[in-house]
């Protein structure tokens, strides 16, 4: 059975950081683009950032950029977030998400409908 587990969210201060992770189960993901995405109180999912299969390509959403890291870790078959001057806006469940296809590395990787594989989220909240 697959899964991926995300952990790392909690209550910080704006201007604060975070470091999300997510390690999968189940599956080996190394060949597998995977994304992080959010969905804050009373709004619609939305993607934050993606990575290739080997890090090759990343993509962020404007509204993160500068200010997110994403990256991966194969041999741990993880991937990470790393959140830097956290604003109450970036308040939302956090969920990451693989690929269902192999060996993507073009845009397609940053839609939720590429992905067949997530996590049930963590909360980051930041106060103002």
């Known amino acids: 059975q697959v899964q991926l587990v995300e952990s790392g969210g909690g209550l910080v201060k704006s201007g604060d950081s975070l470091r999300l992770s997510c390690t999968a189960s189940g599956r080996t993901f190394s060949s597998y683009a995977m994304g992080w995405f959010r969905q804050a109180p009373g709004k619609e999912r939305e993607y934050v950032a993606a990575?290739?299969?080997?890090?090759?390509?990343?993509y962020y959403a404007d509204s993160v950029k500068d200010r997110f890291t994403i990256s991966r870790d194969n041999a741990k078959n993880s991937v990470y977030l790393q959140m830097n001057s956290l604003k109450p806006e970036d308040t939302a469940v956090y969920f990451c998400a693989a690929d269902g296809r192999p060996l993507r590395t073009n845009p397609t990787i940053t839609t939720e409908r590429a992905m067949a594989y997530w996590g049930k989220g963590t909360l980051v909240t930041v106060s103002s």
């Open positions: 990575i290739s299969w080997n890090g090759g390509d990343i």
